[in-house]
């Protein structure tokens, strides 16, 4: 049975729409402060069926999460004791502690971190309105590691083309089943951990 071949071909479908670049922009707004789903997810496809406008791709999901970045920051600064209680009513107490001591240890860095890497960039966002962060450092150290993140995915996607495409259609249901794995796994020990 295949999976995730027409789910990636859905998700290129959408990313040669007329209106992908809209789509591509709130996407990337709402992951960065409530919403799962990372804008890769269509800036691959993207920046793959038009290589020619990568930089623009780019571009507009790092101001588009960075805006959404800052709507998370606001939440936190603004719903603190709300967004606390549902933090403490979910479960995740000791996670959010876990945050804290981060962003007590390595400060604005760790807004790079998330900012680049694939963890919840959302939890670091609002966590950092809650916490006050310094608002101007947390933009532009947003800016910094968003934009890193999506100019580096979308370049590499342009510049291999339509090699990509067809070694990732070829892998496709492998790539998926090997990533839902992983994921059990690592909410597995997530889970035995806590």
Partial sequence: MKLFEPTYQYILNLASHKHAPAY??????????FFPIPPDVMLMPMSMAKPNKWFY???????????????????????AEWVESIITNWGY?????????????????IIFAAGFSPIPYKLFTISAGI?????????????????????LVSGLIAWAGPKMETTLLKYIEWLG????????IVITIIKTGS
């Fill in 177 to 184: 089943w090997l990533f839902v794995g992983l994921l059990v």
């Fill in 93 to 109: 107490t000791e996670k959010y502690e876990h945050i804290k001591a981060l962003f007590n240890q390595w400060g604005i860095w």
């Fill in 131 to 151: 916490l006050s962060m310094a608002f101007i450092p947390f933009v532009l150290v947003s800016l910094v590691g968003r934009g890193a993140r999506f100019f």
């Fill in 57 to 79: 791709f780019a571009l507009l999901t790092t101001i588009a999460s960075v805006l959404g970045g800052i709507a998370g920051y606001l939440l936190g600064a603004f719903s």
């Fill in 24 to 33: 591509l922009g709130t996407l990337s707004f709402a992951e960065s402060s």
